[in-house]
Nanobody, 126 residues
Framework: QVQLVESGGGLVQAGGSLKLSCVAS????????MGWFRQAPGKEREFVAT???????????EYADSVKGRFTISRDNAKNTMYLQMNSLKPEDTAVYYC????????????????WGQGIQVTVSS
């Protein structure tokens, strides 16, 4: 079992920055692909970013088009922690953000993840 706990959310003005953290316990994160998802009121949970081990580079990161160039996903396996640095935030980034872990291969789909955090609110005011 993997337990995930997010932190770092809050209220920020448009154009501002926030850094989310996701601390894992129960298993070492190095063995898992990790992802960030978000869900706005009345909308489905959507993919934000993923980081996973790659044979060619240490970790391969992938982003949704809506956040590419503004968000950066990273991980510190020694601390069993994953991060999401969010810059140039927009009101449409307002959502509950979830971190997730999987040993599967369906990295861009919520259904592909086995473990989820409880979620944390990010609100961007205009």
């Amino acid at each position: 079992q993997v337990q995930l706990v997010e932190s770092g959310g809050g209220l920020v003005q448009a154009g501002g920055s926030l850094k989310l953290s996701c601390v894992a316990s129960g298993r070492t994160l190095a063995n898992y692909a990790m992802g960030w998802f978000r869900q706005a009121p009345g909308k489905e949970r959507e993919f934000v970013a993923t980081t996973r081990w790659s044979r060619t580079i240490l970790y391969y990161n992938e982003y949704a088009d809506s956040v590419k160039g503004r968000f950066t996903i990273s991980r510190d396996n020694a601390k069993n922690t994953m991060y999401l640095q969010m810059n140039s935030l927009k009101p449409e980034d307002t959502a509950v953000y979830y971190c997730a872990a999987t040993q599967g291969a369906n990295w861009r789909m919520a259904e592909g993840y086995d473990y989820w955090g409880q979620g944390i609110q990010v609100t961007v005011s205009s």
